[in-house]
Structure formats: structure tokens, C-alpha cells
């Protein structure tokens, strides 16, 4: 299967701070999603982009499938930002495999 | 439109007892999932489905056996639990191959 990397695994920030999460894959992928794990551990689907660039709000994420990698851009953050972001790519077989995560704190 | 219903939030168990985790979609989706998450980690898919009456093995399926007996049902079962079993266990559907996969909340279990 996949490996699927993500950097950093560990990020603070004051509020208001824009930061930027990257997502590397071994293989090409067909489709990629992000998920945000909240504090009481629910996965909230925020982007379903297996290429080209998305937004919804504050939020945005470009695939760049040519070259194995997915970023996730967060601007202003909150601390309702906080949290583990994931990233999971599928290549064939219908498996979704997942990153270790990046863990996000952010400080009022 | 509740999406995906996972039975129980919680439960504890000896090792050695059996217990059946229950994921319910509303959604009318053909692909469901199953996934453990342990601490630190991103989630490992267990057993998956790709329609009714299917099932296939993930990247960790020993110790586990589902079933998909009804489309909007997917069950996991553990035949004699044990401490390793622990984890937080997540169900997931998707309507098709290059669709999403939509999340349940999630069931912790803890075995002692």
C-alpha cells in the first residue's frame, strides 16, 4: 500500500496566525480527503480534493496529483481550529489510507 | 438524516468475552468500513464492504469478523477480545469509488 507523510506532526500558534499542513504520498492517488479530529475525538470531513484547489471559508487545500502531495491552508486561525488534522489517500481497492496526523494547538 | 450511527459510544469488556459493534448508514451508500484509531496514530482500516452480502479484509483484520447482511449495515465482531483489541473503532460509508467517506462518531473499547 501507500505511505502517506504528514508535516509538521506537531504546530502552535497564536490566534490569528495562518499556517500551512502538507501531505506527501509514496504513489499517485485518486482520491485524497482531509479530516479534522476535534478535541472530542469526531472526524469532520473538510475537503474531498483528489486534485486542483478547494475553499470553504478560512479553510482552503490544493492537490498537486502530479507530484504526490496535498496542502491544507488554515488563515486566522481559532482556537476551535485546534485539533489532529488528517489526511488519507486511496490509490485502487477502495482503501482510504491515513497519515500519523498533525497536531495543532492554537493559543488565544 | 442521521448519517453513519455507530452502537455503543462505549463499553468495556474482560478478555475473552465476545461483543458485536453495530454501524448503521442512512444513506443509501454502497461502501462501508471499518477502522481502529490507537493513541497517536491515524486510523488502520480492519474489514471493508463493497456492496451487500460483501466483505473483505483490511490492513489489520486478525481477530475480527464482519458481516453485511443488510445494505445500511455493517457489523464488526470480536470472538474473544483481548488487551490489544483496545482502541477507538470508527465506521465509515461512501456512496462509491471515488465518492468521500463519511465518518460515525466513533466507539471506545476498553479491554481488560
Known amino acids: 500500500g501507500i505511505q502517506v507523510e504528514q508535516s509538521p506532526p506537531d504546530l502552535i500558534l497564536q490566534e490569528g496566525a495562518n499556517s500551512t499542513l502538507r501531505c506527501n504520498f509514496s504513489?499517485?492517488?485518486?482520491?485524497l480527503q482531509w479530516f479534522h479530529q476535534n478535541p472530542w475525538g469526531q472526524l469532520i470531513n473538510l475537503f474531498y480534493?483528489?486534485?486542483g484547489t478547494k475553499q470553504n471559508g478560512r479553510l482552503s487545500a490544493t492537490t498537486v496529483a502530479t507530484e504526490r502531495y496535498s496542502l491544507l491552508y488554515i488563515s486566522s486561525s481559532q482556537t476551535t481550529d485546534s485539533g489532529v488534522y488528517f489526511c488519507?489517500?486511496?490509490?485502487?481497492?477502495?482503501?482510504?489510507?491515513f497519515g500519523e496526523g498533525t497536531q495543532l494547538t492554537v493559543n488565544p | 438524516n442521521a448519517g453513519v450511527t455507530q452502537t455503543p459510544k462505549f463499553r468495556v469488556l474482560k478478555t475473552g468475552q465476545s461483543m458485536t459493534l453495530l454501524c448503521a448508514q442512512d444513506?443509501?451508500?454502497?461502501?462501508m468500513y471499518w477502522y481502529r484509531q490507537d493513541p497517536g496514530m491515524g486510523l488502520r482500516l480492519i474489514h471493508y464492504?463493497?456492496?451487500?452480502?460483501?466483505?473483505a479484509k483490511g490492513e489489520v483484520p486478525d481477530g475480527y469478523n464482519v458481516s453485511r447482511l443488510k445494505k445500511q449495515n455493517f457489523l464488526l465482531g470480536l470472538e474473544s477480545a483481548a488487551p490489544s483489541q483496545t482502541s477507538v473503532y470508527f465506521c465509515?460509508?461512501?456512496?462509491?469509488?471515488?465518492?468521500?467517506?463519511?465518518f460515525g462518531d466513533g466507539t471506545r473499547l476498553s479491554i481488560l
Open positions: 465509515a460509508s461512501r456512496r462509491g469509488g471515488n465518492q468521500p467517506q463519511h
Open positions: 504513489d499517485s492517488v485518486n482520491n
Open positions: 480534493i483528489p486534485s
Open positions: 488519507a489517500g486511496e490509490t485502487s481497492g477502495s482503501r482510504l489510507t
Open positions: 444513506m443509501n451508500h454502497e461502501y
Open positions: 464492504s463493497v456492496g451487500e452480502g460483501t466483505t
